[in-house]
């Protein structure tokens, strides 16, 4: 099953999308796709739902803006230089366990909303990532049992500044949380449709030329040992979203660097989740 949610900013609804494309508006379910949603087995219950309902759903635009696939989760947890050729480009050394930080919520924008420069930025930089989203509280989670507690799978772009992230003092969130610098989706591709999360291709496209082209199986820490790892630290709950890495290719990593401008655009993707496009704007 794949999970939408459309319609204006702060007005979205709940929506699913077909295996043939088609979207269907399945607000009449009754109830969006939150923490409640994901921990009280709401994926089963609408599918058993849909059976029934389906019919008379209604059919959703092909130009109805898409927003992002979840209501805003408890937090963002990241994973940095996730992929061996990513930490050689960005000159750091391979870590021993993975590396984590946050990312405001409040970053969290639809799959093709624009990406705002921000105020005083110079730097700011794409990562394509694989996020994955929790269906049911984990805490203390072996490795063997991580897949029990995940909901699905979406595109995640990891819009990053890179002065605010390295060049200020203090931790990478203050390069990784401002507006914008989380467009998701296009839609939540449930369990039963991404058969192996650790061998995915995903690439992102610079105003039409392939920058990063990789693949989940150069993961330093899989699904399994990321989500284990993070659960030792806190609690994650129903609908928070654990984003795995990005592959190398980032702008930083260019030799010069190279940063988003205005009237950019940024296209990316990933294996059986679908594709977004972000125009790049300057803040006003």
């Known amino acids: 099953m794949k ?5 204006d900013v702060n007005n979205e609804k709940p929506g699913v999308q077909l295996a043939n494309g088609t979207k269907l508006d399945v607000s009449a379910f ?21 059976e029934e309902n389906q019919s008379s759903c209604p059919e959703v635009d092909d130009n109805v803006r898409l927003g992002a696939p979840l209501t805003r989760p408890s937090k963002i947890v990241c994973i940095g ?5 990513h930490a050689a480009e960005a000159g750091m050394e391979v870590p021993k366990e993975p590396v984590l930080f946050f990312k405001a919520t409040s970053a969290i924008v639809g799959p093709n909303d624009d990406i705002i420069i921000p105020k005083g930025s110079t730097k700011t930089d ?12 984990a805490s203390y989670v072996e490795e063997a049992d991580v897949f029990e507690h995940i909901a699905g799978y979406m595109l995640h772009n990891d819009v990053s500044e890179r002065a605010f992230q390295l060049e200020r003092s203090g931790q990478w969130v203050k390069g990784k949380s401002c507006d914008t610098f989380a467009p998701i989706g296009p839609f939540i591709a449930t369990t039963d449709e991404i058969k192996d999360p650790n061998n995915l291709n995903l690439w992102l496209k610079l105003n039409g030329e392939v920058m990063q082209n990789s693949s989940t199986s150069d993961f330093i820490f899989n699904i399994q040992q990321s989500i284990s790892h993070i659960s030792q630290f806190m609690t994650l709950l129903p609908g928070d979203i654990i984003s795995t890495g990005t592959p190398f290719g980032v702008g930083l990593g260019l030799n010069p660097p190279l940063y988003l401008k205005p009237g950019d655009v940024v296209e990316l993707g990933i294996e059986g989740l679908g594709t977004s496009k972000q125009n ?3 803040y006003k």
């Open 30 to 50: 009754g109830t969006d796709y939150n923490e409640e949603f994901f921990g009280n087995n709401g994926i089963e219950k609408l599918k058993t739902w849909l």
């Open 126 to 137: 794409w990562e394509v990532e694989l996020a994955v989203v929790i269906g049911k509280k």
């Open 280 to 282: 790049v704007v300057v």
């Open 81 to 85: 230089l996730n992929y061996a050729q």
């Open 3 to 7: 999970l939408i949610r459309f319609g």
